[in-house]
């Protein structure tokens, strides 16, 4: 069965830092890529950053670009985010999602969900 | 970055009524577009990827169309259990970007 736990939320003050972790379960880890997606409260879904299956590979949405980094440990079946100069327009549940492409004859779209992880920036 | 436009934000529609959910890319995206349901309290789930693919496990009634920068969800006959946030999401470029959302009521 396919898993994604996320863990690392909680709350911190403006301008502070926090690293999220998903640890996945149930597939190969090192062969699809995989994407954060956060939802802010009572709002809609918000794709922020994305990782190849190597890790050679990242994309940021304009949003968090230069204050987020995403990354991945294929042996730790782990793919991480750090997130810098939070602010409160981060506050958000944020998800990891597993990317899937039928080994590039279809569209990328994301067939599992982590449960999320809820990130709050508050003074 | 490609903007997704949905329409309606809200729709109320009965059991057995069929129902249509627009998704407008701002440029064309080549059948890159995947639709997702969400209820309250719960990650997102697959229902249509490629525009058309139903996901597996997804009940039939689903179903998506389209192409180019026009794309539909269409369930066929709407179930009590099929209530909850529709969006769509364009995978054509690498920066990633879903529709605002349409949330479904059942009457």
């Known amino acids: 069965e396919v898993q994604l736990l996320e863990s690392g939320g909680g709350f911190v003050q403006p301008g502070e830092s926090l690293r999220l972790s998903c640890a996945a379960r149930?597939?190969?880890?090192?062969?699809?890529?995989v994407s954060w997606v956060r939802q802010a409260p009572g709002k809609g879904l918000e794709w922020v950053s994305g990782?190849?299956?190597?890790?050679?590979?990242?994309y940021y949405a304009d949003s968090v670009k230069g204050r987020f980094t995403i990354s991945r440990d294929n042996s730790k079946y782990t793919l991480y985010l750090q997130m810098n100069s939070l602010t409160a327009e981060d506050t958000a549940i944020y998800y990891c999602?597993?990317?899937?492409?039928?080994?590039?004859?279809?569209?990328?779209?994301?067939?599992?969900w982590g449960q999320g992880a809820l990130v709050s920036v508050s003074s | 970055d490609i903007q997704m436009t949905q329409s309606p934000s809200f729709l109320s529609a009965s059991e057995g009524d069929r129902i249509t959910i627009t998704c407008r890319a701002s440029?064309?995206?080549?059948?890159?577009l995947n639709w997702y349901q969400q209820k309250p309290g719960t990650a997102p789930k697959l229902l249509i990827f490629?525009?058309?693919s139903l996901q597996s496990g997804v009940p039939s009634r689903f179903s998506g169309s389209g192409s180019g920068t026009d794309y539909t969800l269409t369930i066929s006959s709407l179930q009590p259990e099929d209530f909850g946030t529709y969006y769509c999401?364009?995978?054509?470029?690498?920066?990633?970007?879903f529709g605002q959302g349409t949330r479904l009521e059942i009457k």
């Open positions: 440029q064309t995206i080549s059948n890159d």
């Open positions: 149930g597939f190969t880890f090192s062969i699809y890529a």
């Open positions: 990782i190849s299956d190597s890790g050679d590979s990242t």
């Open positions: 999401q364009q995978s054509y470029s690498t920066v990633i970007t």
């Open positions: 490629a525009a058309s």
């Open positions: 999602a597993k990317g899937r492409d039928c080994a590039g004859t279809c569209s990328p779209h994301f067939d599992y």
